[in-house]
């Protein structure tokens, strides 16, 4: 049984940072795809940047320059580095760990932009 919390939301002002984390216990495949994806209310959830084990890294068009995405394998703990964040970053972000055939979710953890 995989499990993913994800931690580190929270309230920040605009043009602040924050660093969430999406720490995942049971059995992990070497290959692997973790991703995170955020959901604001009222619209569909959305695809944020994912990181393959080897580090290779993909970003939404509307976090490229912002945002970067790391892991630590040692300790299956893949990290979301927000800089300048912008009130239309609001949302619950959730981490995915996808290995083969199967896909896991986080519960969740809100990011709010507001002054």
């Known amino acids: 049984q995989v499990q993913l919390v994800e931690s580190g939301g929270g309230l920040v002002q605009p043009g602040g940072s924050l660093r969430l984390s999406c720490a995942a216990s049971?059995?992990?495949?070497?290959?692997?795809?973790v991703a995170w994806y955020r959901q604001a209310p009222g619209k569909e959830r959305e695809l944020v940047a994912t990181i393959t084990n080897g580090g290779s890294t993909n970003f939404a068009d509307s976090v490229k320059g912002r945002f970067a995405i790391s892991r630590d394998n040692a300790k299956n703990t893949v990290y979301l580095q927000m800089n300048s964040l912008k009130p239309e970053d609001t949302a619950v972000y959730y981490c995915?760990?996808?290995?083969?055939?199967?896909?896991?979710w986080g519960q969740g953890t809100q990011v709010t932009v507001s002054s």
């Open positions: 049971g059995t992990i495949f070497s290959i692997n795809v």
């Open positions: 995915n760990l996808a290995m083969g055939s199967w896909s896991y």
